[in-house]
């Protein structure tokens, strides 16, 4: 399940009113997901975070390619409520 819509920038950046909406989905929505996917598609890069229902968070996150051709990304980087953390702070896992 999510969400997507676009933004006229090279890389998106969520808005306020997309932050207030992201959290009240996880709020409000009833379903028999445990996570939301919001996706936001820009001029040149599309980006996306999930959402899951039972803590509340919100994290983005990147793909990593590993050598053997799969790819598991994780990234903390919490908005509104929460800390942010930096792009370095990627970290890749096999």
């Known amino acids: 399940m999510g969400v997507w819509h676009t933004h006229p ?3 998106p950046e ?3 009113i997309d932050w207030k909406d992201w959290y ?3 709020e409000v929505d009833k379903t028999g997901c445990e996570y939301v ?3 936001i ?3 040149k890069e599309i980006r ?3 959402g899951d229902f039972k803590s ?3 994290i983005e996150i990147f793909e990593c390619a590993h050598s053997e051709g799969i790819y598991k990304v994780y990234e903390e980087k ?3 409520r929460k800390k942010e953390q930096t792009e370095d702070t990627r970290v890749c896992e096999t």
Do not use: D, H, M
Request: no cysteine.
């Open 41 to 43: 598609a820009g001029v």
């Open 78 to 80: 919490e908005y509104g």
């Open 37 to 39: 996917f919001f996706v």
């Open 14 to 16: 969520p808005s306020s």
């Open 24 to 26: 009240e989905t996880l």
């Open 56 to 58: 509340k968070n919100i």
């Open 48 to 50: 996306v975070w999930v």
């Open 9 to 11: 920038q090279i890389i």
